[in-house]
Every structure is written in C-alpha cells, then in structure tokens.
C-alpha cells in the first residue's frame, strides 16, 4: 500500500515526532511511504540520513519562496512539481497533519482511490 504523508517532520515537537515514528512503523509493516514536508529537513530531528536508513521517500517544498520577490511565479512552478510528486506516487491513503495550505489542496491532486485523513 503506498501511504502519503504529509507535515513538518524536522524538529523536536509533538507534530513531527509523531510523523517520524508513523513513517517508520509504516516502512516496517512493508508500505511505501511518502512524506511531503512544508519545511527543508535539518539535523534537528530527522533529516536525510535517516530517511534514507529507513527507507522513507521525501519530499520537501522551497519555503524560502516565501520571502521572495518572485513568490507567485515560484508558487506555481513549485505546484506543478507537486502535482507531478503526487501524481506519480498514486497514494492509496493521504495523512495530513497541521495547518499548511498546502495540507487541503493536496487531495485535489490524487486520483479518486485515494482516502484522506486530516489531524491537527
């Protein structure tokens, strides 16, 4: 089962903490796991070795666009990649955990197999 996963995952806090033990317990049952994060992944929490030791599939988003001069068009280009990430993993279930709004438009982009679940 290919299982989408979606929220902060660097850091120390409840949020992320809960998305690394979820990916983990996930890749150990033998799912394919995704996570999409709204933040660049740091060596404070997880980070990129370990999710190449557990075998999780990342993909982060360029908050930097934000505080850019170019933030439209960089929005749009970082959208299409998006729906080419998502598009390609073909989720069978969506976990969305926060308050991006990246965490509700996502659904639109899977095909209708999917089944999504939101938390906060």
């Known amino acids: 089962m290919k299982i989408l996963l979606f929220g902060t995952i660097s850091g120390q806090g409840g949020i ?8 983990k317990a996930l890749i150990e049952s033998q799912q394919e796991v995704l996570i999409i994060t ?3 992944l740091t060596n ?3 980070n990129w070795d370990e999710a190449n030791k557990i075998g999780v ?3 982060q988003l360029n908050s930097k666009q934000f505080k850019s001069a170019n933030y439209f068009t960089k929005t749009i280009v970082q959208l299409q990649e998006l729906v080419k990430v998502v598009r390609n993993f073909s989720p069978d279930i969506y976990f969305g955990v926060g ?3 990246y965490l509700s438009l996502l659904p639109w982009l899977f095909p ?3 089944e ?3 938390t906060k």
Request: hydrophobic residues 40%.
């Open 57 to 59: 599939k990342v993909h």
């Open 112 to 114: 209708k197999k999917a």
């Open 16 to 23: 992320q903490s809960h998305l690394r033990w979820l990916a």
């Open 44 to 46: 404070n929490g997880f």
């Open 116 to 118: 999504v679940f939101f």
């Open 99 to 101: 308050t991006s709004w």
């Open 38 to 40: 709204p933040q660049p």
